[in-house]
């Protein structure tokens, strides 16, 4: 198990809080396990790793447990290949949205991508869609949440430290 080693005007060098940038509201370094390279790798290689168990999914679920041809394989790499791009245009989209829209795109993103597979599947149109909206609900209403305690957190450690670096 990795610990982090303690930073200096900290005791435990646990994280303090911050604003996601490696820096804590008074300004200094926040300790991370990880560097930016395993970052960077991970920013790339997570969205096609779950790529390709959803291009796989799609292909098992258009194939109705049939053999597996050809056609089918393209299918499935085609989806990876479709997924893996649309997931990169909404994060680059998204990052550049207020919250509201930020959780608006990735619940739609997930609704559209359960629908392509449950379509798949051979159930009725209305059910599809459905259970579409409902996850894109749920995806949309718990990132809101997230985004917006995440957000009100920072700034009220930021309004903190102009307090504290005005009577100082």
Known sequence: MAHA????????GART????TGRDASGRRTPDVFGARTHLLAKWAMPLAIGL????????????????TGWN????????LAFVLLWYV???????????????????????????LYSGSGVAMFTCV?????????????????????QDAEDARAARHRTLTRTT
């Open 17 to 20: 809080g911050g604003t996601g």
């Open 130 to 150: 459905l259970v579409s909206l409902l996850l894109a609900a749920a995806v949309t209403a718990g990132l809101y949440y997230l985004f917006a305690t995440r």
């Open 73 to 80: 394989l393209l299918f499935g790499f085609m989806t990876v």
């Open 5 to 12: 080693v303690p930073t200096r005007g900290t005791s435990t």
């Open 90 to 116: 909404v994060r680059a989209v998204a990052d550049r949205l207020p919250r509201e829209g930020h959780a608006v795109l990735w619940g739609a993103f997930a609704g559209s991508a359960l629908g392509f």
């Open 53 to 68: 168990v959803y291009g796989y999914w799609a292909a098992s679920v258009r194939r109705h447990g049939g053999p597996v």
